[in-house]
C-alpha cells in the first residue's frame, strides 16, 4: 500500500493581490474526490514543463547542484512531461477507483558512472487502486493500491508522486560507453547525490 499526500504549494493562496483562484477547465490541476473523477471516467492528457510538478522540479534540481554552475542545464526545467490518466471504477458497484496512467519524461540527471550530465529517459506505466484511510480496498491482479491522506486529490499531485517514485536509485547512461571517463579520486568525492539519498528525506517527510 502507498501513502500519497497532496502537494498544495506552487498555487497562489495569499489573500493579497486581485487573482486567487485556479481556472476550473484544467482537469490536471482540478482537485476532487476520485470518485468523481471515476465517474465520470475522466481522461487527462498531459504535456506539461517539468518545472510545473514541485517535488520532481525538488529532485532534480537537488541532484544537478553537485554540478559547477556553468555545466547545469539552464533549461531543463522546459522538459515536457506527457502521458495519460484514466479513472474508473473496475466493477459494476462503483465502490474502489481505478486509475491508469502512463508517463515519459527526459529529466537532466548526472550520471553516477561518470559524472556528467545527461538526459535521462524516465518512464513509468501504473495500474492504481485508489481510496482514503476508511476505504476498505480488495487487492486485485496487476494492481498496485494507493492510499490517499484526503479525501480530494488533483491528477497533479498523482503524477508528481508517481514520477519521483520512478527515479532510479542510481542514474546512469544506458551504455557504459556513453560515460566520459572520469579520474577515479573525483569520483570518490564527488558521487554523493544520487537521487535515492533525496527521495529517502523526502518520503521521511511525509
Not at 491508469?100 to 558512472?113: G, M
Request: proline share 6%; charged share 30%; aromatic share 6%.
Amino acid at each position: 500500500m502507498f501513502l500519497l499526500a497532496a502537494v498544495q504549494d506552487g498555487f497562489d493562496t495569499s489573500p493579497q493581490g486581485p487573482y486567487h483562484a485556479r481556472a476550473m477547465d484544467d482537469p490536471l490541476r482540478d482537485r476532487r474526490p476520485p470518485r468523481d473523477w471515476a465517474a465520470s471516467e475522466q481522461i487527462v492528457e498531459i504535456s506539461e514543463k517539468i518545472g510545473s510538478f514541485t517535488r520532481l522540479a525538488r529532485v532534480v534540481e537537488a541532484d544537478l547542484s553537485a554540478l559547477e554552475s556553468g555545466k547545469i542545464p539552464a533549461d531543463w526545467r522546459d522538459s515536457l512531461v506527457t502521458g495519460k490518466l484514466k479513472f474508473d471504477f473496475p466493477d459494476s458497484r462503483e465502490g474502489t477507483v481505478a486509475l491508469e496512467l502512463s508517463l515519459a519524461v527526459r529529466v537532466a540527471a548526472i550520471c553516477q558512472r561518470c559524472l556528467r550530465p545527461f538526459e535521462l529517459p524516465l518512464s513509468t506505466n501504473l495500474a492504481l487502486l485508489l481510496g482514503g484511510p476508511q476505504d476498505t480496498i480488495a487487492e486485485r491482479d496487476n494492481y498496485e493500491i494507493w492510499e490517499l491522506t484526503e479525501e480530494a486529490v488533483s491528477p497533479m499531485d498523482i503524477v508528481d508522486e508517481a514520477l519521483v517514485m520512478a527515479m532510479p536509485l542510481s542514474a546512469m547512461h544506458e551504455e557504459a560507453g556513453d560515460c566520459v571517463a572520469v579520474d577515479e579520486r573525483e569520483a570518490g568525492e564527488k558521487m554523493t547525490t544520487p537521487f535515492a539519498s533525496l527521495r529517502a528525506q523526502m518520503d521521511k517527510g511525509k
